[in-house]
């Protein structure tokens, strides 16, 4: 049973366009949600994180907003560049980086200059 | 500083054979866990080390894996025998206590 699911599979933004990743989970024990950014060839890489206390988090392009009501939260990447171009994660676990990750399915971005 | 790295970065392998897959973590992580991800699913959990004890092995898939973490420094995880369905990209991270993790760049395995 997979604990977090994420869409869409597949997204082709335009560049400087917004790119909207969904994730929505079960589990109200997770209380640490990271999202990671995988290129080919590489391993997944922290992109940013948010726990549930807050409702949105903000790292340059990269935003997180979260829904505790609704358990849902999203990646949202203003100004996409191309070379955003990758493999995006959500995740979540039951204490901060201290535990397994369950992660979502992915979703390959694809961002066209 | 490092990352985490894993060897060897392939490996093809038959049916019925043994291979043995290799993660070095971050120096002075305690945590190292062990993850798989098979073609179009999502990346799953396998097992968790906190220095050489295994803390959590809930997600190994059965007896024909086995992980070691002798001297709470590398993880090695062995496939024996090898099966079709563990094929697959096989990721290790690791992270010091309440971190984030840093993940590998993973060996991929194709058993055939």
């Known amino acids: 049973q997979q604990q977090v699911k994420q869409s869409p599979q597949s997204l082709i933004v335009q560049k400087g366009g917004i790119s909207i990743i969904n994730c929505a989970y079960e589990?109200?024990?997770?209380?640490?949600f990271p999202w990671y950014q995988q290129f080919p060839g590489k391993g997944p890489a922290l992109l940013i994180a948010i726990r549930p206390d807050v409702s949105e988090k903000k790292e340059g392009r990269f935003t997180i907003s979260f829904n505790k009501s609704a358990k849902q939260f999203s990646l949202h990447i203003m100004d996409s560049q191309p070379g955003d171009s990758a493999t995006y994660f959500c995740a979540a676990s039951k204490k901060t980086g201290a535990n397994n990750l369950f992660f979502g399915t992915g979703t390959r971005l694809t961002v066209i200059p | 500083e490092a990352g985490v790295t894993q060897f060897p970065s392939h490996s093809v392998i038959e049916k019925g054979q043994t291979v043995t897959l290799r993660c070095d973590p971050i120096?002075?992580?305690?945590?190292l866990y062990w993850y798989r991800r098979v073609m179009g699913k999502e990346i799953k959990f396998l097992l968790h080390?906190?220095?050489?004890?295994?803390?959590?092995e809930s997600g190994m898939p059965n007896n024909r894996f086995l992980a070691e973490r002798t001297g709470g420094t590398y993880s090695t995880l062995k496939v024996q025998p090898a099966e079709l369905e563990d094929s697959g990209v096989y990721f290790c991270a690791s992270s010091l206590p309440g971190q984030a993790q840093y993940f590998g760049p993973g060996t991929r395995l194709l058993v055939l």
């Open positions: 589990n109200t024990a997770f209380d640490y």
């Open positions: 120096s002075g992580h305690d945590n």
């Open positions: 080390f906190v220095k050489e004890s295994k803390q959590d």
